[in-house]
């Protein structure tokens, strides 16, 4: 059974940087799987963050291009989130997701979508 574990969450300053990372078991080859980062603050719908597909293509929510890049360590089964340049509207709680699909298409950023999910890593951005 495929699981999702997060963790690198943590309290910064305005500007600061940050990576969360999401460790994946189960899966017997990854690229098998859109996988992604997602973010929720309490009272508000789950915000797609960034997605990579089964060959390392990225898709990234324009309210956090330019500032954050997802990656993936095929052999580690580790998926990455470099967060830079930190905003206090970026503080919530980061999920990582994974769909059995090769590709995540233009709808990607839908978490209706997504079979497996972690726990969540929270992220807390101080002004």
């Known amino acids: 059974q495929p699981q999702l574990v997060e963790s690198g969450g943590d309290s910064v300053q305005t500007g600061g940087s940050l990576r969360v990372s999401c460790a994946l078991s189960?899966?017997?080859?990854?690229?098998?799987?859109?996988m992604g980062w997602f973010r929720q603050v309490p009272g508000k719908a789950r915000e797609g963050v960034a997605v990579?597909?089964?060959?390392?293509?990225?898709r990234t929510s324009n309210s956090v291009k330019g500032r954050f890049t997802i990656s993936k360590d095929n052999a580690k089964h580790i998926l990455y989130l470099q967060m830079i340049d930190l905003k206090p509207e970026d503080s919530a709680m980061y999920y990582c997701?994974?769909?059995?699909?090769?590709?995540?298409?233009?709808?990607?950023?839908?978490?209706?979508?997504?079979?497996?999910w972690g726990q969540g890593t929270q992220v807390t951005v101080s002004s």
């Open positions: 997701a994974a769909r059995y699909s090769y590709s995540c298409g233009s709808n990607w950023a839908n978490p209706n979508l997504y079979e497996i």
């Open positions: 189960g899966y017997r080859y990854t690229a098998d799987y859109c």
């Open positions: 990579i597909e089964g060959d390392g293509y990225t």
